[in-house]
């Protein structure tokens, strides 16, 4: 299977719409909308002259036309257009701001390491859709990896930007038995009831 995801459309979310929650795909994002929560993807994300992003967005290469408040993760290019504006940390291997409105803007750059960016696309490019965003270690493994090799970290606290759709839920890994060969097979959606 060939891997031509720059060549595709990006998934688009059309303006009339309000998105809040998490977002997991190999493919470019679109947002023409608002959007609440966060985003991961292996390619790049368009955040649409009306579109406000509330939240974290972990990806490839983010362009900005509409506003972002939240942290950005990104193996790639950050690049502010103009009238855009950007409140919170980034994490990327390049920043560029066309955006002649900074005084709406708020934000951190931070460039980590090539290994620190190589290692984190080496994750990206592990993304499966088997599991959501909001269980996926892969979330927390990602930013972590990122705060633990940012600069003046101490002084730059990632806690200071939290949302609703932000948090990674608590992991919780399944107890694996073996399967007993003279039971009978439990049922799959049998849940075990407290008395």
């Known amino acids: 299977m060939s891997n031509n995801k720059t060549s595709e ?4 979310i059309p303006k009339d719409s309000f998105v809040e929650g998490y977002i997991k795909s190999i493919k470019s994002i679109r947002l023409e909308c608002p959007f609440n929560g966060t985003i991961l993807t292996q390619s790049k994300v368009i955040i649409d002259k009306a579109s406000i992003v509330t939240g974290d ?3 490839d290469n983010l362009m900005i ?3 972002v ?3 950005v993760f990104c ?4 690049t502010m257009n103009e009238e855009s504006s950007l409140e919170g940390k980034v994490y990327a291997s390049a920043f560029t701001s066309l955006s002649e409105t900074e005084d709406n803007s708020n934000y951190i750059v931070q460039i980590p390491k ?3 960016l190589e290692k984190v696309r080496g994750m990206l490019n592990e993304i499966t859709s088997e599991l959501g965003l909001s269980r996926d270690i ?4 990602i930013r972590e990896t990122f705060y633990e090799n940012a600069f003046a970290r101490k002084t730059n606290p990632d806690d200071l ?3 609703e759709f932000t948090q990674q839920k608590k992991i919780v890994k399944p107890k694996v038995k073996p399967i007993p060969s003279n039971k009978e097979n439990v049922p799959l959606l049998q849940k075990n009831h407290k008395s």
């Open 9 to 12: 459309a990006p998934i688009l």
């Open 69 to 71: 408040k939240g942290n």
């Open 138 to 141: 892969l979330l927390t493994t």
């Open 57 to 59: 967005v972990i990806c």
């Open 65 to 67: 036309f509409g506003r």
């Open 75 to 78: 193996t790639g290019r950050v």
């Open 114 to 116: 090539r290994e620190v």
């Open 161 to 163: 930007i939290s949302y």
